[in-house]
């Protein structure tokens, strides 16, 4: 809720379940920290088969996360990248998967490394697209593909 709220006790409050119910669902006894009503409006249930919902879009991730194991406990490796890019490589349980991030509020594109040879989109329907092995990305926006890398691509920082 930052910056409209601020400070730390806006993201700890208890989760809404129930926008009807008492505490929201969360509990039957006494919470931590009150439930503010305007919590309610985005309770779980409200969510409930809304597309484009946060609840939506938390269950489109952690079941594309449960697809590919390598992005659960892959190695990560960071690669080149200008401006508000940030791009890596997540590798493990035979899958390498190329994961690339604008930040910017504006357009941005990245040279896919030649070691990558043909990528595989996988669709986020973010509107990213590849062309002449160049990744344009809309603004705030990120893409995941399949790689099968022939050779180590330079990285900028690696961690395990």
């Known amino acids: 809720f930052w910056p409209g709220v601020k400070g730390r006790d806006g993201c700890r409050t208890p989760m809404a379940w129930e926008a009807g119910a008492d505490n929201g669902g969360f509990t039957t006894g006494k919470p931590w920290l009150p439930l ?7 309770a779980v249930d409200v969510q ?10 938390y269950r489109a991730v952690l079941a594309l996360r449960k697809r590919h194991p390598a992005l659960v406990s892959g190695s990560i490796r960071f690669l080149d990248a200008e401006g508000d890019v940030l ?21 941005a594109n990245w040279a896919l490394p030649p070691a990558f040879g043909p990528v ?41």
């Open 36 to 42: 503010p009503a305007s919590h309610r409006a985005r």
């Open 87 to 107: 791009a890596f490589v997540r590798e493990g349980e035979g899958e390498s998967l190329v994961c690339v991030f604008n930040f910017a509020d504006e357009p």
């Open 48 to 57: 409930n088969g809304e597309e484009g919902s946060v609840l939506a879009a």
């Open 120 to 160: 595989e989109a996988i669709d986020l329907g973010t509107g990213a697209v590849i062309a002449e092995d160049v990744l344009s990305l809309p603004p705030l926006g990120c893409f995941l593909g399949r790689t099968n890398l022939a050779a180590s691509p330079s990285t900028s920082n690696e961690a395990r």
